[in-house]
């Protein structure tokens, strides 16, 4: 398994701003993972990042609204772009375990974020 | 990814077992089953997968049907902690592939 940490842990955000979320895991992973939960609803992939190329997006998100880093093997950044209260949700990243990382996703505490 | 279907919620006694069950009746030969859960505010946690044989690890046993169409998740004394949104997800197990979360089943054990 892994031990994943997210900063910041809540926040509390105007509309129109960005917000810069942190995943880092205690060991070297080849593909992390970012999935949005809006409230009441179930996980929804955002993205997938590998590290040394360009992030995939799922159908539905795109880059300018959520740019996605991954400058090494154990960190990733979402920014999740000009708030608006529909952006309130749960935001967390995930890292892949075993066989490539195909094998099984572990998932950080995740980040609370309240758009005013 | 093949579809799962769930019941919407459940609920079980203190120190019972617990059975928890998911149809993947258009399952594919290379999929397998994944269990995750959600207890309120903390990020999903994984439980156990398993592709046609039974598993099972320090938190739970897997049960899979022979023709793999349907399989049960089971807490074998559940307790208080247990209570959660438990998602059965089936997934081809590949670098990069994403898991896609259903309703999941919400289970509330009661003393």
């Known amino acids: 398994s892994a031990v994943i940490s997210q900063k910041p842990s809540r926040d509390i955000c105007q509309r129109g701003t960005s917000l810069t979320i942190q995943c880092q895991v205690d060991?070297?992973?080849?593909?992390m993972f970012w999935y949005r939960q809006q409230p009441g609803q179930s996980l929804t992939l955002i993205a997938t990042?590998?590290?040394?190329?360009?992030?995939?997006?799922e159908s539905g998100f795109v880059i300018d609204k959520f740019p996605i880093s991954r400058p090494n093997l154990t960190f990733s950044t979402l920014t999740v772009s000009n708030m608006s209260p529909e952006d309130s949700s749960i935001y967390l990243c995930?890292?892949?375990?075993?066989?490539?990382?195909?094998?099984?996703?572990?998932f950080g505490p995740g980040t609370r974020l309240l758009v005013l | 990814d093949a579809k799962t279907t769930q019941p919407t919620s459940m609920d079980c006694a203190e120190g019972r077992a617990a059975n928890l069950p998911c149809n993947h009746s258009?399952?594919?030969?290379?999929?397998?089953v994944y269990w995750y859960r959600q207890i309120h505010s903390q990020g999903p946690q994984y439980i156990i997968h398993?592709?046609?044989n039974n598993e099972t690890n320090e938190m739970a046993s897997l049960i899979i049907t022979e023709d793999r169409k349907s399989s049960t998740l089971i807490l074998p004394h559940a307790t208080l902690r247990d209570t959660a949104v438990y998602y059965c997800?089936?997934?081809?197990?590949?670098?990069?592939?994403?898991?896609?979360f259903g309703g999941g089943t919400r289970v509330l054990v009661k003393p």
């Open positions: 995930s890292v892949g375990i075993g066989l490539a990382g195909g094998e099984t996703q572990y």
């Open positions: 060991s070297q992973v080849t593909m």
């Open positions: 990042a590998n590290q040394g190329s360009e992030a995939t997006y």
């Open positions: 258009t399952i594919s030969g290379n999929e397998y």
């Open positions: 398993g592709l046609k």
């Open positions: 997800i089936v997934r081809v197990r590949a670098a990069g592939n994403k898991l896609t």
